[in-house]
Structures are given as structure tokens and as C-alpha cells.
């Protein structure tokens, strides 16, 4: 499943992380550049210095002479990190500072040119090279200096704003992170209301509670939640209308069969007994079926502090001796059951009413709740009813889900009880299963895993 929020930071990442990087090039070879043409231009005014002194404290027709007082000390230290080299004619005059180290002269057509070389002690230097003429003949001045201190600051400089820029990059990545996650969480009641809707709840949004680049989403919403509402509302009217309309050709059907006339036609009668009976059972069948197709958006759930002493009460009624041991919930709260209120009826109705007829005196109702060991942010609610009947063999335990399983023929009824609830349970992602009760008789037991 794709996520925006992931998208939106893998590209907002690649995004700044382009951007910081042309930033980091551009500032680092801007500083470069910067240093270099500094250099350039220090080691350009050493060369002007020399020449004007070469034609100033020269005398004529002899070779250029130097003197080092006037031009700068340092080119008389040894190994002072500042040298020069002069070329004329045949002649090569070095600074004091070289001492016995020959310096690399790179020959170059270009009037001025620079380059770098390897100096003394392993130094990196800086060279410039001054192309000039004196006295109708070639002159050429080089101006080295050491740049290795100019190497490491450039070097501390690049790692400096190299780290400021991870560091900006990591402060806005985690920035927008925040606001992204602030943002979403605007969209939290959706999530509520969508949960609220699961339970069975009417649910209407509210546009002005959401950003308005979602307004659109949740009006679409409402409008199909009403929709879905009028559905419901039209199917259940429609089998409603169905059923009664099924009911009086049926009931004409099983007069006719007791009319006297089919007496010397007793195969005929069972047969359309058979036949009627069949068209009762689908017919009733595909009625609770189809209060299915729209369970979630039901306007009212099935409660049980409210509806289960209602359902209780009835089987009572209908079954004046026997006896119902179900849970209490005055003293506490019941636990949340996400069923639309007619199915929960059904699912509850069917399970409790098939344990009544083959119990012999005590039927038994119990509801827990825990939480999920797999996931903390998940509960588990499960729902047994049992019996104290002479149960159920174990060759039968995997059948009785059958539509038209009979485990007792002599128990009026179709057979389609637990089929329906079958049908019901996966509706709602119960899960069922029948197992031996401690009682003596059957065990059905409802897991469903609800979110916290």
C-alpha cells in the first residue's frame, strides 16, 4: 500500500538533497575560485615588484641582479614558502629562499600562465609565470608560494558547509516530516468516524472540521453514506413487501393440502408439502441474506446492555422452562459489538434459539474481551453459547453449517439456522467454530477482532 506520506518525503528528500548538493558544488568551487584568483592576483603584484626592480636597480648592458632588501626579506629565507625564478637569456637567477632546490619551470606560449608544482619539503606550490621583455630580450619571472595552508582551510571549508548543509537538509527533512504528520492528523476523525460507521453508528462529516483540499473527498463521502442509508432503507422495505406478499399465496398452498380432496393422493400431498416447505426456506433464506448487502452503514447497532435482554426475554417466552444464564452488564460496560442491530438479532437469535431446542434444561451465554497478544493496538471479544444437550458427535461438528443439516429430525425446522448465522459471521469477519461444551452439549463460539 502506498503511502503520501512517504512519497511526499521520498521526493521532498530528493528534492533537497539535489538542491544542497548544486549548493555545496557551487559554494565550494566559488571559494576555489575565489582563493585562486586572490593568489593570482598577490603573486602578479610579487612579479610587477620584481620587474620594475630589475629595471630600476639594473645597470645597462649587464645581467638583471636583485637586490632582496628591496623587493621583500622573505625571498632571502630558506624555505620561506615564497620563491622566484628569473630566466634570461642564458641566464637563471633563483631567490635565496629556494637554496639548492630546483624549481619545475613549465614552458607555456602564453604571456601569463600558472600551474602546481611540488616544492621544497614536500610543499604544494602555487606558480606564476610572467612573460616579459628587457632590453630586447626575452624575460620570464615565476612566483611560487606554498599553498598547503590555503589546501587545509579550503579543505576545513568544504567539510564546514558540507556539514551545515546535511544538517540544514536533516532539519528541514525532519521539519516537513512534522508538519506532514500535523497535517494528517487533521484527517484523524475520519478514521473515527469511518470506525464509528463500522459499528453501526449514523455518521455525518462535518467540511468546515477538515483542510479544505479534502472538502471535495468528504462531502463525496456524506453523499454516498446517504446514499447507502436510502438503499438499506428501500431494500429492507422491499423484502419486507416481498415477504408479505410470499406469505398469503404459501398459506393458501398448506390449506389446500389439508383440503380432504388430496387424502386418496397422499404421495401428491407430500410432494408439494415438500415443494412448499422449500419455497419457504429460500424465500426466508435469501430475505436474511439480502439485509446483508449494507450492514455497515446501518443507522443503528445491536447493543448488548439494551438488545440482548430484549432477545433473552423472547426466547423466555417461547420457552417458559428452560433456562437462560447470560451475562449482567448493570455493573459494568458491554463490550463493543460491531453488528448492525437486526443481524445481531439474527446471528445471536439463531444461536441461541438452535442451543434452547436441543438443551435440556440450561442454556449458557458468556462474553470476554482481551487484548490481541499479536497486536497491543487490537482486542479480541469472544461470544460462547452452550448447552447442557446430549451434544454433537464428532463425525457431525464439521457438517452442521450445511444448509438443510438436521441433527435431530424429530425438532421442527428447516435446517437453515446455522447456514444463515454462517452467513452473517463472515459478513462481519466473525469467526466460527463449534466444539464440545464442558456442559455437556454444544459449543458456539464468535471471535471477532475489533480495533482499539
Do not use: C
Amino acid at each position: 500500500m502506498n503511502s503520501i506520506e512517504i512519497r511526499l518525503n521520498r521526493n521532498l528528500t530528493a528534492s533537497l538533497l539535489l538542491i544542497f548538493v548544486g549548493f555545496w558544488w557551487v559554494s565550494v568551487m566559488t571559494i576555489h575560485q575565489i582563493t585562486e584568483d586572490y593568489l593570482l592576483t598577490r603573486l602578479a603584484h610579487d612579479s610587477v615588484s620584481i620587474e620594475k626592480h630589475l629595471r630600476t636597480h639594473t645597470h645597462e648592458h649587464s645581467y638583471p641582479q636583485i637586490n632582496y632588501r628591496s623587493i621583500s626579506p622573505i625571498y632571502d629565507e630558506k624555505y620561506s614558502g615564497h620563491y622566484f625564478v628569473i630566466e634570461y637569456k642564458d641566464k637563471i637567477i633563483e631567490s635565496n629562499s629556494l637554496a639548492d632546490f630546483s624549481l619545475f619551470l613549465k614552458v607555456s606560449p602564453h604571456l601569463i600562465s600558472h600551474y602546481e608544482t611540488k616544492g621544497p619539503l614536500d610543499a604544494s606550490l602555487f606558480v606564476y609565470r610572467y612573460k616579459t621583455e628587457y632590453r630586447n630580450a626575452p624575460l620570464i619571472i615565476y612566483i611560487a608560494e606554498n599553498n598547503n595552508p590555503m589546501k587545509q582551510a579550503l579543505i576545513y571549508f568544504d567539510i564546514l558547509i558540507g556539514g551545515f548543509a546535511v544538517l540544514a537538509l536533516f532539519l528541514i527533512y525532519w521539519q516537513q516530516r512534522f508538519i506532514l504528520r500535523k497535517g494528517f492528523k487533521q484527517l484523524e476523525p475520519i478514521h473515527e468516524a469511518l470506525e464509528k460507521l463500522h459499528t453501526g453508528e449514523a455518521v455525518q462529516l462535518e467540511v468546515s472540521d477538515y483542510p479544505i483540499e479534502v472538502a471535495e473527498l468528504i462531502d463525496n463521502l456524506n453523499q454516498a453514506l446517504q446514499s447507502a442509508s436510502r438503499q438499506l432503507q428501500r431494500s429492507r422495505q422491499s423484502n419486507a413487501n416481498l415477504a408479505h406478499s410470499l406469505k398469503t399465496p404459501l398459506n393458501i398452498i398448506y390449506q389446500l393440502l389439508n383440503d380432504p380432496a388430496f387424502n386418496d393422493y397422499p404421495e401428491l400431498r407430500e410432494t408439494l408439502q415438500q415443494q412448499a416447505e422449500r419455497i419457504y426456506a429460500r424465500v426466508e433464506s435469501e430475505l436474511k441474506r439480502a439485509r446483508l448487502a449494507a450492514h455497515a452503514h446501518s443507522v443503528q447497532p445491536f447493543d448488548l446492555k439494551t438488545h440482548l435482554p430484549d432477545l433473552i426475554d423472547t426466547l423466555k417466552q417461547l420457552y417458559p422452562h428452560k433456562h437462560f444464564h447470560v451475562p449482567s452488564f448493570t455493573d459494568k460496560a458491554a463490550p463493543p459489538l460491531a453488528i448492525e442491530k437486526e443481524d445481531g438479532f439474527e446471528l445471536l437469535g439463531n444461536l441461541l434459539d438452535n442451543a434452547t431446542k436441543f438443551s435440556r434444561d440450561n442454556v449458557y451465554l458468556t462474553i470476554h474481551k482481551q487484548r490481541n497478544p499479536e497486536n497491543k493496538d487490537e482486542f479480541i471479544t469472544y461470544i460462547d453459547i452452550e448447552d447442557d444437550g446430549k451434544g454433537v458427535p464428532d463425525e457431525q461438528l464439521g457438517s452442521i453449517q450445511d444448509r438443510g443439516h438436521r441433527l435431530d429430525e424429530s425438532i421442527s425446522g428447516h435446517g437453515i439456522g446455522l447456514s444463515i448465522v454462517k452467513q452473517i459471521a463472515e459478513a462481519y469477519e466473525f469467526e466460527i467454530s463449534f466444539e464440545h461444551s464442558e456442559h455437556g452439549g454444544l459449543r458456539v463460539r464468535l471471535k471477532l477482532i475489533q480495533s482499539n
